[in-house]
């Protein structure tokens, strides 16, 4: 599975897109980007994946380069209750267990 | 709702004693899997059940053993607790184990543990 590198903290203003970047230039082509989140305390939830293509879903857009050597996660009007740290993950598509956490990308949303 | 649940939420072990996570979906998730999480850190595999009647070990597996009991059950077991294994456990389960049918895991909320 790809090495990915993430920003160890980022901030927000209430409202504002969120844009929260990760690096994966060791990615192969058949390595999915998984991101998700922690709120503090709590377990990660799953927010998107993707491949290749740019993916939205009701909880954010995912943004992956041409070459997929990196994306960028984009909370378009980030909330308070986005505060939380932010892992991006890469998983192979015939990886029958592993997904790996790195320390992710706080992200903290002021008011 | 459905999802993950875990029990207990806390717990306080002396050192040397052992005890039994309990993780419970009700998503009928082929695969479940356990992670620890120490502070500052991100989340380590300790176990994973790709499939009822199955499981294998993930990066930290020493200290623990595990249980895939039905479909729905998989427990974590210390069998004598050290205070290594101070940490946050959490559960997951997913359709199944492969990527890409896997659109992503669903974690409990977390059973915290000290050992003094």
């Known amino acids: 599975d790809a090495k990915t590198t993430q920003p160890p903290s980022m901030d927000c203003a209430e409202g504002r897109a969120a844009n929260l970047p990760c690096n994966h230039s060791?990615?192969?082509?058949?390595?999915?980007v998984y991101w998700y989140r922690q709120i503090h305390s709590q377990g990660p939830q799953y927010i998107i994946h993707?491949?290749?293509n740019n993916e939205t879903n009701e909880m954010a857009s995912l943004i992956i380069t041409e070459d997929r050597k990196s994306s960028t996660l984009i909370l378009p009007h980030a909330t308070l209750r986005d505060t939380a740290v932010y892992y991006c993950?890469?998983?192979?598509?015939?990886?029958?267990?592993?997904?790996?956490f790195g320390k992710g990308t706080l992200l903290t949303v002021n008011p | 709702n459905a999802g993950v649940t875990q029990t207990p939420k806390f717990q306080v072990l002396k050192t040397g004693q052992s005890m039994t996570l309990q993780c419970a979906q009700d998503?009928?998730?082929?695969?479940m899997y356990w992670y620890r999480q120490d502070p500052g850190m991100g989340l380590r595999l300790i176990y994973y059940?790709?499939?009822?009647?199955?499981?294998d070990k993930g990066e930290v597996p020493n200290g623990y053993n595990v249980s895939r009991l039905n479909k729905r059950e998989f427990s974590l077991r210390l069998e004598s607790a050290a205070p290594s294994q101070t940490s946050v456990y959490f559960c997951?389960?997913?359709?199944?184990?492969?990527?890409?049918?896997?659109?992503?895991?669903?974690f409990g909320s977390g059973t915290r543990l000290t050992v003094v």
């Open positions: 993707g491949l290749k």
């Open positions: 998503m009928n998730h082929n695969s």
């Open positions: 060791t990615i192969s082509g058949n390595e999915y």
């Open positions: 993950i890469g998983r192979s598509g015939g990886s029958n267990y592993k997904l790996t």
């Open positions: 059940s790709a499939s009822e009647g199955t499981t």
């Open positions: 997951a389960s997913s359709e199944q184990a492969r990527a890409p049918l896997n659109y992503g895991y669903t």
